[in-house]
């Protein structure tokens, strides 16, 4: 009996003939893929095909018009709002923008998610933010507002507070959009560290092809045309030898 159950453990994030759409417009069908513990997953494809709105299915704030959506083992939308709650506690969300609370340090932006949905004490939380501002390379910039950070800090920061809960998994969209590409850069060399040091997972939107063949290990090419995926698999591989045209040259094309 235990060996056959799906032990909530064994996978990070799950889709499951997932259908996506915008009242009746259907922007993606069929999805269905896991997502390997460990992995930097990258959703790919041409603008419009549904990259963000597949991210935005995976941490709640989309209800799948048909399918299922498994977060740490558990059918997300099947859930009670309560349990729907605990799991989003424990992903990691950066957006576009970063999103930090412009009032609040940059400490007090990490210390945030832990003040709100845990017991801990003030001094533990503050060796926590400490720690995780050291993950990111801000150890320096605990007291800084986020108006004086330059983009690539500020999406550091947006990382230490998705990384605030511990989570499993961390969601990025477009994480190098609006950086020069030194600091695109650096924010992958910054990706591939904390997935060395913490072990963690990370499914990113990107377009970025740099980005796509310096940090991901997998991804799925999503296609507007068919409004399915078609492609599966590492970039480098897919960009040689994807049956699919459009895939290659996706992959191939250097905007
Ligand atoms: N709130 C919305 N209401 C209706 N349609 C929407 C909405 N948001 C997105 N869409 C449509 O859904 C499709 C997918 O959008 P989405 O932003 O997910 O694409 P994307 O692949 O992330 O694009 P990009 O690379 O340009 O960011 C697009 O055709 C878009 O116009």
């Not at 150890?139 to 809960?165: E, F, N, W």
């Not at 989570?167 to 591939?192: C, H, K, M």
């Not at 940090?215 to 409004?227: F, G, M, N, R, V």
Request: hydrophobic residues 45%.
């Amino acid at each position: 009996m235990m060996a056959s159950r799906n032990r909530p453990e064994e996978t990070v994030a799950r889709v499951d003939r997932l259908t996506m759409a915008f009242g009746d417009t259907v922007v993606q069908r069929d999805l269905d893929f896991e997502i390997v513990p460990g992995t930097i997953f990258a959703i790919m494809g041409p603008s419009g095909c549904g990259k963000s709105t597949l991210l935005r299915h995976m941490v709640g704030l989309h209800e799948p018009a048909a399918g299922r959506v498994f977060l740490g083992g558990e059918n997300f939308w099947g859930l009670e709002q309560h349990d729907r709650n605990r799991l989003l506690q424990q992903a990691g969300v950066l957006f576009q923008g970063g999103a930090l609370w412009s009032s609040m340090t940059v400490a007090e932006n990490v210390a945030l998610p832990l003040e709100l949905f845990t017991d801990r004490s003030p001094e533990l939380i503050a060796d926590q933010v400490a720690f995780k501002l050291a993950l990111v390379g801000l150890a320096g910039a605990s007291d800084v507002y986020p108006a004086a950070l330059s983009g690539g800090m500020r999406k550091r920061a947006g990382l230490a507070r998705a990384l605030a809960m511990d989570p499993r998994v961390l969601f990025l969209d477009e994480p190098s959009a609006g950086l020069d590409p030194l600091s695109a850069r650096r924010l992958d060399t910054l990706i591939l560290r904390l997935r060395a040091t913490l072990g963690v997972t990370v499914v990113m939107v990107t377009h970025e092809l740099e980005s796509l063949f310096a940090i991901a290990d997998d991804s799925l090419y999503l296609d507007p045309e068919t409004k399915t995926a078609i492609a599966r698999g590492a970039p480098r591989d897919l960009q040689k030898q994807s049956e699919h045209d459009q895939v290659r040259e996706f992959l191939n094309t250097r905007l």
